[in-house]
């Protein structure tokens, strides 16, 4: 198939909800995409199957296939970038076992919701590195407890020598995906993330010439780092990711205005966000929503919309256990269940939507899942 479009040649079985909650299945012509192949972005890493966000997870994605990998960035009290989620490093180090930095703990408000914890900007890089990476969803993924406490959490330049490193040994190009984390909030804390990834970036021979695309929820920092991401990396895109549709982006609200994420998902909206970003990251549930009950209901216009208006689609986050599946994918072995065939199944009919990429939490399943187009 190489050199041909999914457009052209690819061809799917599609599975419709009836009104009983099972599937009616018909041969049909997969909707158009504007990429070739479908790009597998691993994300946090092989979350799955490894604690977020370590250089071990990110080996796993690599070995596994993944197309791009993603390091979330959020600062230290010294302005350097770590990997991590969010701030608040409570869920993912063993932060609360050291009775030196219990004091620390305290509740900070982040993009207008209240969180208690401990945070990367209370500590420096020299304090952070004291602690261990543990696994964010023990209950859910208890297979990956028995990694606590063997990783440390890893800076984003030690995140790109790594996967620098990887990218010659296996000959091949991995791509980095880094989202911008809470950019009004460190803002107003004094940080400066957007420029000192700009200057990380510059630095690495590996960054200037790599795939590149940069994420973020809000929309001001993607106008400046638009122009000068790719003034670094000609090749490099841009991803506004698209919160709740009655969300209004973070640094939006912070101005007072009221335009939501909804709004944005609008062709008009559309049409508005491509003039400083080449792609979407809406959720899997904005391509088809959900009942109460988690069932698949009737999928939305917004890949097509999308792509009327020259936006690349990269949905998030296809997970492999049964609690994260639609309903009508799950199977009975429980929700903490790794579903493979319930999760290729629903990967594949995004995929059939017309899908350019998507995030996953098991990129062996969705190397699978694209390898078989």
């Given at each position: 198939m190489a050199g041909f479009s999914r457009r052209t040649?690819?061809?799917?079985?599609?599975?419709?909800?009836?009104?009983?909650?099972?599937?009616?299945?018909?041969i049909a012509h997969a909707a158009p995409s504007l990429?070739?192949?479908p790009l597998v972005f691993a994300h946090r890493g092989c979350s799955a199957q490894r604690p977020e966000h370590t250089l071990a997870s990110y080996a796993k994605a690599i070995a596994d296939g993944a197309d791009f990998v993603e390091p979330d960035l959020v600062p230290t009290k010294d302005g350097v970038l770590v990997c991590r989620h969010e701030s608040n490093?409570?869920?993912?180090?063993?932060?609360?076992?050291?009775?030196k930095f219990a004091n620390r703990r305290r509740t900070l408000t982040i993009d207008g919701k209240q969180e208690t914890g401990w945070f990367t900007t209370d500590f420096t890089l020299a304090e952070l590195k004291t602690l261990r990476a543990c696994e964010r969803l023990p209950k859910l993924r208890a297979h990956n407890t028995r990694y606590n406490g063997h990783f440390d959490v890893p800076t984003?330049?030690?995140?790109?020598?790594?996967?620098?490193a990887e990218a010659a040994a296996c000959g091949r190009s991995i791509g980095l995906i880094p989202e911008i984390k809470n950019s009004t909030h460190f803002h107003a804390l004094g940080f400066n993330p957007e420029a000192t990834f700009l200057q990380i970036i510059a630095a690495h021979t590996y960054t200037r010439s790599a795939p590149l695309e940069v994420q973020s929820f809000e929309t001001t920092n993607l106008h400046t780092l638009n122009a000068a991401v790719k003034a670094i990396n000609p090749q490099a895109?841009?991803?506004?990711?698209?919160?709740?549709?009655?969300?209004t982006p973070p640094d939006l609200l912070a101005k007072g205005e009221k335009t939501t994420f909804g709004d944005l998902m609008t062709p008009e909206g559309l049409k508005a966000v491509r003039r400083y970003a080449d792609v979407i990251g809406p959720s899997l549930t904005d391509l088809i929503p959900r009942d109460a009950q988690g069932a698949w209901l009737a999928p939305t216009t917004l890949v097509d919309d999308a792509h009327?208006?020259?936006?690349?689609?990269?949905?998030?986050?296809?997970?492999?256990?049964?609690?994260?599946?639609p309903k009508q994918l799950r199977n009975a072995e429980g929700d903490s269940a790794r579903n493979v065939k319930g999760s290729l199944a629903e990967i594949r009919r995004y995929l059939d939507m017309?899908?350019?990429?998507f995030f996953t939490d098991d990129p062996a399943i969705g190397r699978k899942a694209v390898d078989r187009i």
């Open positions: 040649v690819l061809k799917a079985t599609l599975a419709t909800p009836c009104a009983a909650g099972l599937f009616t299945h018909k990429s070739a192949r490093i409570a869920a993912t180090t063993d932060v609360a076992s050291h009775p984003f330049e030690e995140m790109i020598d790594f996967v620098a895109t841009v991803m506004l990711l698209m919160g709740g549709r009655t969300e009327a208006a020259g936006l690349l689609v990269h949905a998030y986050t296809c997970r492999p256990e049964n609690a994260f599946l017309g899908l350019d990429g």
